[in-house]
């Protein structure tokens, strides 16, 4: 069983920088992918990026490529989302997620985080 706790949401400005920090209980969080999405009002849920077990590989979502940063530290498992240049359209709630291997559908992941809130003004 794993647990996981966004943190680092808010409300920012075209063109500014946030850094969401995800938090996982247990002892396996090394043995997971995990993955951020992100889920706007009306709209289904995306793939934003992924990391592999190691940090080693990293994916990201065309929109995203070039602006954001997936990382972790498996040390204080805890799973990162830099995210710099934000325009409104990143406005979401953003989800982290484990899974056994990389995906970009969320069917493939696990657990899920309850999700913080990003909001873009113009």
């Known amino acids: 069983q794993v647990q996981l706790v966004e943190s680092g949401g808010g409300l920012v400005q075209a063109g500014d920088s946030l850094r969401l920090s995800c938090a996982a209980s247990?002892?396996?969080?090394?043995?997971?992918?995990m993955g951020w999405f992100r889920q706007a009002p009306g709209k289904e849920r995306e793939f934003v990026a992924a990391?592999?077990?190691?940090?080693?590989?990293?994916y990201y979502a065309d929109s995203v490529k070039g602006r954001f940063t997936i990382s972790r530290d498996n040390a204080k498992n805890t799973v990162y989302l830099q995210m710099n240049r934000l325009k409104p359209e990143d406005t979401a709630v953003y989800y982290c997620?484990?899974?056994?291997?990389?995906?970009?559908?969320?069917?493939?992941?696990?657990?899920w985080g309850q999700g913080t809130q990003v909001t873009v003004s113009s």
């Open positions: 990391i592999s077990w190691g940090g080693t590989m990293t």
């Open positions: 997620a484990a899974g056994p291997k990389v995906a970009t559908t969320h069917e493939e992941y696990v657990y």
């Open positions: 247990g002892r396996t969080f090394s043995s997971y992918v």
